[in-house]
């Protein structure tokens, strides 16, 4: 059988590459690759400041009659007043404000209190409230009649 297409094993050429990778083109390619990275953040800044100035430029004008204006009204600075806001306002702190709504529901929902003091209506803790519907039932109407077969 003749064996054409596999190469044969020549002595003199190893079975690996005999030359090695020089540090200098290794040192190039990351002096280039750090020149790179430079002008990268370089030219965002550049452009992320051209663009901040043509923002602020393009702002309209703040109405003369508005006081306590801060010097950038793209961002309203902490301490601002909110009264001067219309309605509705956006939420700052949405977890916050939803916490204190729990919080007085169910204080709400566990203490005593009036509902219309002159009407003499209260509301009771709803754990009392269910105590109190399982030991008296639930009311019903005077004028109505009781279902036929109902005791």
């Not at 297409?5 to 390619?29: C, M, N, T, W």
């Not at 990351?30 to 702002?59: I, N």
């Not at 007043?81 to 702190?93: R, T």
């Not at 003499?120 to 709803?126: L, Q």
């Amino acid at each position: 059988m003749n064996d054409a297409s596999k190469p044969e094993y020549v002595a003199g050429h190893g079975g690996y590459e005999r030359q090695d990778l020089k540090a200098s083109g290794v040192i190039g390619f990351f002096v280039v690759l750090g020149l790179a990275v430079v002008a990268c953040v370089f030219g965002l800044r550049v452009m992320f400041t051209y663009l901040d100035h043509l923002s602020r430029t393009g702002q309209p004008p703040v109405n003369p009659l508005v006081e306590h204006v801060p010097a950038d009204t793209r961002h309203v600075p902490r301490g601002y007043p909110q009264g001067v806001f219309p309605s509705p306002q956006l939420e700052e702190d949405e977890r916050g404000q939803l916490n204190s709504v729990i919080l007085q529901e169910e204080q709400k929902l566990n203490s005593y209190g009036w509902v219309d003091e002159p009407a003499g209506v209260v509301h009771i803790p709803i754990d009392r409230a269910m105590d109190l519907l399982v030991q008296k039932g639930l009311p019903v109407r005077a004028g109505e009649k009781l279902a036929a077969g109902a005791p």
